[in-house]
């Protein structure tokens, strides 16, 4: 979130706000983004307005974010681990000032590929090896590491396709030249329902209300499996401590609005509010796990 520069901090904020997504439009990433920057310009008196910046698994627009005055929105707790060497310093360059949501992944498929739900996927595609192919928004994307991750714990063998963003994957998938993804759940949602896709499991440990009939992975022979993404707001380190408190206590508020909390329920997601150290912790909790 581009945030005024700090001499201006009495009267913050004095000119429109930056949300900045790491992502090509049209995945939960933007949804989530987009959804926040609405409710929130009606509160502070200025507008907020999205920035889609996609490539290199977010680096492009955590760079950005990391030599840049202002302060913006990213994600940072796989990529230390995936690529050896970054343009920023992930524990280093930016400080945590809010979550803002959870987001359940979902699998789903092309409708065409002859499997109802995951435990039918498993034996097609293992009686398939390299055969099929599977998209996401990026090596190092939340997809990627959601289906990484299934094919750790079934022992499957299904090719990753990497895009610039969830939008451009799905045009693929929902035309057949993929045949499964995983995805969060807001941008899956509409295209569940309208039958363009097939979604085989929840990722997380509960049902999703949307989908009630869709059992979780774990529900389908796979223990304890549990994958959601989360969504949260950064400004780079060195961010005086008011304009943090700041932006935490607005973006707070219009969660806690009703208005707000339907929004982000109808999407499949849960609003989660947090203090900047309670986002901390669960920052560096990430980083072990990954």
């Known amino acids: 979130m581009a945030l005024p520069s700090w001499a201006q901090t009495s009267a913050w904020p004095s000119k429109p706000l930056r949300l900045v997504v790491p992502f090509a439009p049209g995945g939960s990433s933007e949804i989530v983004a987009r959804s926040v920057a609405g409710e929130m310009a ?16 977010g680096n492009i627009a955590m760079q950005e974010v990391a030599h840049s005055e202002d302060g913006h929105i990213g994600t940072l707790a796989v990529n230390p681990y995936i690529f050896p060497k970054l343009p920023y310093d992930a ?3 930016f400080v945590p000032v ?9 699998y789903v498929v092309h409708p065409d ?3 109802k739900n ?16 599977y998209g996401s928004a990026g090596n190092g994307s ?6 990484e991750y299934l094919k750790m714990a079934s022992g ?7 895009y610039r963003g969830t939008g451009p994957m799905l045009t693929d998938l929902m035309s057949g030249r993929l045949q499964a993804a995983s995805v969060g759940a807001p941008a899956l949602l509409p295209f569940i329902k309208a039958g363009k896709l097939r979604c085989i499991a929840t990722g997380t440990t509960a049902r999703l209300p949307q989908l009630p009939d869709v059992p979780t992975v774990a529900e389908q022979g796979f223990k304890d499996f549990d994958v959601s993404t989360w969504y949260g707001v950064f400004a780079p380190a060195g961010t005086p401590k008011e304009i943090v408190t700041a932006v935490n206590a607005e973006i707070n508020k219009l969660l806690a609005t009703a208005e ?6 109808a999407q499949g997601a849960e609003p989660q509010a947090m203090t900047p150290d309670q986002f901390g912790t669960q920052l560096k909790a990430d980083y072990q796990k990954w």
């Open 142 to 147: 939340a997809g990627h590491l959601a289906f």
């Open 118 to 133: 995951l435990q039918e996927f498993v034996v097609y595609a293992k009686s398939k090896p390299g055969q099929l192919n």
């Open 113 to 115: 590929l002859p499997v």
């Open 91 to 93: 524990m280093r360059d």
């Open 42 to 57: 009606k509160t502070i008196g200025q507008n907020v307005f999205v920035d889609n910046k996609p490539g290199a698994a």
């Open 156 to 162: 499957l063998f299904v090719v990753h396709v990497p």
């Open 260 to 265: 707000m909390k339907d929004a982000i329920h």
């Open 98 to 106: 809010t979550l803002v949501s959870k987001v359940p992944s979902l």
